[in-house]
């Protein structure tokens, strides 16, 4: 690996982090993380609700610097929120009274571009995201899989290196969020910027990643990463795929005893309550 390589990789290094308790006692959420995202990647963190991963993306992020041990970006420690590294969450957390158009717009406040650069930059984006025609219509006139299609505009419209996915599908329905995964992948391709999806759907961690991060909980912990060596588009039905996940769940089965097929069709591992935060902008 050359140094230029290393300059642009994300390096999380021995991170642990605790919160306090009302009774004054830390809780752990992360104990000695260390991983190496190579620029380019597409990286899927999975895990159960709670074992510290959507904490993860936070702290890569910028939007907690209260732990232990470093993280890298570009060779530069993250040490507060950065227009390098974009971030979508579950919630698509639009504003209500802007159109889609305004809502990118907002993310370029603090971009040094012209006023007609950024114009162009919001309709460039709308269009990668298939959204060619809604630049006007405001949240409620959208659908959700729109909705979040706005959210993931807004969060490459700065030109990120590292694009941060926050369960971005897991509030759609399962047509929905197929349709998005595949619109993901092909932004993913044409971009070719770095991206960390957090996830506790088997399927999409394994169709989406380069490589899969399984985390145990209580606290947080790299349990295992999984290489998914197949090629792209990937087939869901391929006995390679099937045998991958297997593979995957049977390292969930030993935590939490067999996963629950939901209704909607996917592979999800159980769930367990994570800990309340106040998220801040990211932008």
């Not at 049977?250 to 999800?268: I, K, L, M, S, V």
Request: a neutral charge; one cysteine or more; proline letters at 6%.
């Amino acid at each position: 690996m050359t140094s230029s390589t290393l300059s642009e990789s994300i390096d999380i290094l021995h991170v642990s982090k605790r919160y306090a308790q009302q009774d004054g006692a830390p809780l752990a959420v992360l104990d000695d993380i260390s991983l190496r995202v190579r620029p380019g990647e597409f990286v899927s963190v999975l895990g159960a609700s709670g074992c510290g991963k959507s904490t993860l993306l936070r702290l890569i992020a910028g939007l907690d610097n209260d732990y232990s041990g470093d993280i890298v970006v570009a060779g530069e420690k993250v040490r507060d929120t950065s227009l390098e590294r974009g971030i979508v969450f579950q919630d698509h957390r639009l504003f209500p009274w802007l159109t889609a158009a305004q809502n990118i717009l907002a993310a370029l406040r603090n971009a040094p571009l012209s006023a007609r650069e950024k114009r162009d930059a919001v309709a460039q984006h709308i269009a990668l995201v298939g959204l060619s025609g809604f630049e006007n219509a405001y949240p409620h006139q959208l659908s959700g899989g729109m909705a979040q299609r706005v959210a993931i505009a807004r969060g490459l419209v700065n030109r990120p290196r590292v694009l941060l996915l926050d369960e971005p599908f897991g509030a759609l329905d399962a047509l929905t969020r197929g349709r998005l995964q595949n619109e993901l992948q092909r932004i993913w391709e044409h971009e070719r910027i770095t991206m960390i999806l957090v996830t506790h759907d088997v399927d999409e961690a394994l169709y989406l990643g380069d490589r899969v991060v399984t985390m145990a909980p209580r606290p947080g912990r790299i349990k295992r990463i999984v290489d998914v060596a197949l090629p792209r588009p990937r087939e869901r039905n391929h006995p390679r795929f099937i045998r991958l996940r297997e593979e995957v769940l049977a390292d969930f089965a030993e935590q939490h005893g067999e996963p629950r097929a939901p209704r909607d069709g996917g592979t999800r591992i159980p769930v367990t309550s994570p800990p309340i935060t106040e998220w801040r902008l990211a932008w």
